[in-house]
């Protein structure tokens, strides 16, 4: 029994952690929570299993169900994103743009990309997955006032320095990224165009942003668990079809790339749990991605009107499921602790111009949990104003703490997903 206090302790911090979500607003744009059913596969004996390559072409034995479970898996994620190429098995966003990044471009050679401060994921930036390829990167130029590509630019800028990828997506994502123009001029070089939905994969499967694979992208990966609400996890996705010589050697990249490029096995249960987060998208998604964008549409007015500087003003704020509030100079951390002392969970964000990524001035608000929860856009117009009285009235976020306690008790049931207990499921048979 001499290890039973620590055993003990991590099992409080993780129920206390439980209790504090239950009886918070969580508003990190890039969380989300599991459905039941996902949850289950979670506890499976998938977890503490093996299987490397692909099904039926295995290194290890033991597969033969898990096969059969990666085969649906795949069948789902390309019925949901409507292509030809699916892979499920990268363990989460940036091993899937890693895997892309070690396919198709080599160390030296050239990517455009945007640069962090105006949105980009660190995995494409000089210090993330692109750095450790080593790739020369080149900066997208970037309207502030549009809050996107400056695709003008963008494209002048492709055509000069002909790099091997185009690489889109972004973190911080408010509108859909002008993709056609620039797919046009980067197919004219020769370049791929790789588009990072991490954040948007939800909204792009339940058809409410852009749809980046007829756009010209040539690859689209993902994170499993931003507002398409499944397991922490990734995917690549690909219109190609490999029905001639180039497209299978492409296709045979990107695989190749996965494994054994970046991962070993790649956490089974995950996989299990994201084929049914998939089935329920297929069922819940349009729903769902419309009313995130909704809600976020109108926390971005109702902020404005309260007082906050908010970025996207002359497009109507936003079309994603994110919201950017600019605080002041420096000032987006102090805005985030006080906010998480009111019971309010959001990131500190950096905005246009900034250059201090521990300092910097702006706030990121997503509605992807919120929206699950039930929230509609009534509710919207309550969870400004408690970001008014902290950060504006500076109220003591302690007695904001308890009303956002009180507000969110009627917020307690998951939506956009099968409920516990689906067709007389026993939860308990598959532990
Ligand atoms: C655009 C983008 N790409 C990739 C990632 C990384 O995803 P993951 O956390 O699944 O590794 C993120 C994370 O938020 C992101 O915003």
């Known amino acids: 029994m001499k290890w039973y206090d620590e055993v003990e302790y991590i099992r409080k911090q993780a129920m206390k952690n439980n209790e504090f979500f239950a009886n918070s607003l969580p508003m990190i744009a890039s969380e989300n929570v599991l459905s039941p059913l996902c949850r289950e596969m979670l506890i499976t004996d998938f977890h503490g299993r093996y299987a490397e390559g692909t099904p039926g072409n295995r290194y290890y034995e033991g597969c033969k169900f898990f096969d059969l479970v990666e085969e649906k898996t795949m069948e789902l994620a390309k019925k ?156 690549i996705l690909s219109d190609h079809k490999a029905d001639n010589e180039d497209d299978k050697a492409f296709i045979r990249k990107l695989g190749f790339g996965v494994f054994p490029g970046v991962t070993s096995s790649y956490h089974l249960h995950h996989v299990a749990a994201k084929g049914i987060a998939y089935a329920e998208h297929l069922e819940f998604g349009e729903a769902y991605a419309d009313q995130t964008i909704k809600n976020a549409k109108h926390l971005a007015e109702a902020l404005h009107e309260q007082g906050f500087k908010v970025f996207g003003e002359k497009l109507g704020f936003t079309k994603s499921h994110q919201v950017l509030v600019e605080i002041g100079p420096g000032k987006g951390k102090e805005a985030s602790k006080i906010l998480e002392e009111a019971g309010i969970v959001t990131n500190m964000n950096m905005i246009p111009g900034d250059s201090d990524p521990l300092n910097p001035s702006g706030l990121r608000l997503g509605t992807p949990e919120l929206t699950r929860i039930g929230m509609k856009e009534k509710e919207m117009v309550d969870v400004a104003a408690f970001y008014a009285r902290a950060l504006l009235k500076k109220e003591n976020p302690k007695k904001i703490k308890g009303d956002v306690k009180e507000f969110r008790k009627d917020f307690q049931e998951l939506c956009y997903c099968f409920k516990e207990g689906f067709r007389g499921y026993d939860y308990h048979k598959l532990i």
């Open 80 to 235: 949901l994103f409507c292509c030809n190429y699916a892979d499920v098995r990268p363990t989460s966003g940036t091993i899937a743009n890693l895997a892309v990044l070690k396919a198709l471009i080599k160390p030296g050679e050239t990517a455009t990309v945007l640069d962090t401060a105006n949105g980009a994921h660190i995995s494409f930036g000089k210090y993330g997955a692109a750095g450790v390829r080593g790739i020369n990167l080149v900066s997208f130029p970037f309207s502030n006032e549009e809050m996107n590509i400056d695709v003008d630019g963008a494209v002048k800028l492709i055509k000069q320095v002909k790099p091997k990828l185009a690489l889109c997506g972004q973190s911080v994502f408010l509108f859909p990224t002008p993709l056609k123009p620039i797919a046009e001029a980067a197919h004219e070089v020769g370049a791929y165009v790789v588009y990072d939905a991490a954040h948007v994969l939800g909204l792009i499967a339940g058809k409410r942003f852009q749809d980046p694979l007829r756009e010209g992208a040539d690859v689209m990966n993902g994170s499993t668990h931003k507002t398409l609400p499944g397991p922490q996890g990734g995917m």
